[in-house]
């Protein structure tokens, strides 16, 4: 399967301050990226698709301005959350899909962000 | 909308038990359903991928089937062991990206 890291795999910061997280393909060459956020508990919720060249699609409520999408090459996508507030610590998971349209997908190790 | 349940969502299970875990989901229409293993504060493994045609996967202990019209995946497995200890989720893929269950907390005691 594909390998996919995240990095930092864990970060604390002050509210206000932005985070940045990165998610690297490490085999293969992805147009597309998934950015997942997962409460305690709860499930994996889609948070947006992250797509090389052009700009991010976003799911329903999530807000495109405070969570910024960056895939600049097909094996990068950086998602910053801006001015960080407590109810925004979660565990955020990117993934790829090396196939086309409906195969597997492949999740990187998540971060895990908490904000003080 | 899309909706994944898991059943139970936890189990505790002595070790060399065989068991079986539920996933069900509202809208049949799926290209492909995914179990994957989730360990504590870790990302997700992919165990097992059974596409829309398909009717069952097998990987070594683990056994997953698909019953598309009634909206019903389970993974079985065998001969538990300590080491499976952890969340499993299942998802599932239609029109829109991968939607997931809660998951089962499973604990498998020695």
Known sequence: ?116 | KQEVTQIPAALSVPEGENLVLNCSFTDSAIYNLQWFRQDPGKGLTSLLLIQSSQREQTSGRLNASLDKSSGRSTLYIAASQPGDSATYLCAVKGNTPLVFGKGTRLSVIA
């Open chain 1, 1 to 116: 399967g594909a390998v996919v890291s995240q990095h930092p795999s864990r970060v604390i910061c002050k509210s206000g301050t932005s985070v940045k997280i990165e998610c690297r393909s490490l085999d293969f060459q992805a147009t597309t990226m998934f950015w997942y956020r997962q409460f305690p508990k709860q499930s994996l919720m889609l948070m947006a698709t992250s797509n090389e060249g052009s700009k991010a699609t976003y799911e329903q409520g999530v807000e495109k301005d405070k969570f910024l999408i960056n895939h600049a090459s097909l094996t990068l996508s950086t998602l910053t959350v801006t001015s960080a507030h407590p109810e925004d610590s979660s565990f955020y998971i990117c993934s790829v899909e090396p196939g086309q349209g409906n195969d597997e997908q492949f999740f990187g190790p998540g971060t895990r962000l908490t904000v003080l």
